[in-house]
């Protein structure tokens, strides 16, 4: 059996519950939580994030750390000792019980400070699905304002995905950061808190002057994994020009007759 197989079945007879119990508490069939215990079914994201929250276990210590050996007390207290927990991240799912992206929009950035927990909140937001994404991880997507990111205008819809721990935020790299002191914001960020316990957010665009935040206020991030734009590039280098790509279009025009008198169905 797997690890997460053996924690599941160690954690659900702590609590003296029998297997429909805990598959009633997870709003799962029993046969399912056999599966589980069994080794013959992995859990999906969504009912792992279930049975964190019904254990009150972080999903990192019931999938990577094997507590069978441990008591509830001794597990509460490695839970609590953990620099980093595992909050419990609110996610919506299809009929399939597959993972949704929910969409944040620009009206409803602020409100997202005190909602993002709440699964209702996120019931009324916008939800679609990208499918040449990898699903490896909860995404989540947000449409950004003003123009401190450009080339990326307002309006855009940034998909990101999700961190646990911002030790592993990559220096240099987008996220999406929801912060007490700033909400939601998009920027280029560089992780020192461990040097001085803040973060330091830049814009692409110059005309912003980079600031950094208390890393202790930050609340989510968000990895920067694609964008959604409305707004084509404006071709404006030389090599691109109108005289050039007239000219590419003719040569194109010119391989297609190529082809064609090449071709035994045009003959």
């Not at 950004?144 to 309006?155: E, F, H, N, Y």
Request: one cysteine or more; hydrophobic letters at 35%.
């Amino acid at each position: 059996m797997s690890i997460v197989s053996e924690n599941i079945k160690h954690l659900r007879k702590l609590q003296k519950w029998t297997q429909g119990d805990f598959a009633e508490k997870i709003d799962i069939k029993r046969s399912l939580v056999g599966a589980y215990e069994e080794g013959r079914a992995d859990p999906r994201l969504n009912n792992l994030l279930n049975m964190s929250k019904v254990f009150s276990v972080p999903v990192d210590l019931l999938i990577s750390t094997d507590l069978t050996h441990l008591s509830m007390d001794e597990i509460q207290k490695r839970t609590s000792s953990k620099k980093t927990s595992a909050k419990i991240l609110s996610i919506t799912v299809d009929r399939n019980n597959d993972e949704l992206i929910d969409l944040i929009p620009q009206k409803a950035s602020a409100g997202y400070l005190n909602g993002y927990a709440d699964p209702e909140y996120l019931e009324e937001m916008p939800k679609f699905q990208l499918p040449n994404l990898a699903k490896t991880g909860t995404l989540r997507a947000f449409e950004i304002t003003g123009d401190s990111m450009l080339p990326l205008k307002p309006g855009t819809i940034v998909v990101g995905k999700y961190l646990e721990d911002i030790s592993s935020i990559k220096n240099g790299r987008c996220y999406v950061i929801l912060s007490k002191e700033e909400g939601v914001v998009y920027k280029r960020v560089f992780d020192y808190s461990a040097e001085n316990g803040k973060l330091f957010l830049v814009s692409d665009n110059k005309a912003y002057a980079p600031y950094d935040i208390n890393a202790a206020d930050v609340i989510e991030v968000w990895e920067a994994k694609a964008y959604l734009s409305m707004d084509f590039p404006d071709y404006t280098d030389d090599d691109m020009d109108f005289e050039k790509l007239k000219t590419i279009v003719m040569e194109l025009q010119q391989e297609v007759i190529k082809l064609k008198d090449h071709s035994p169905k045009y003959k």
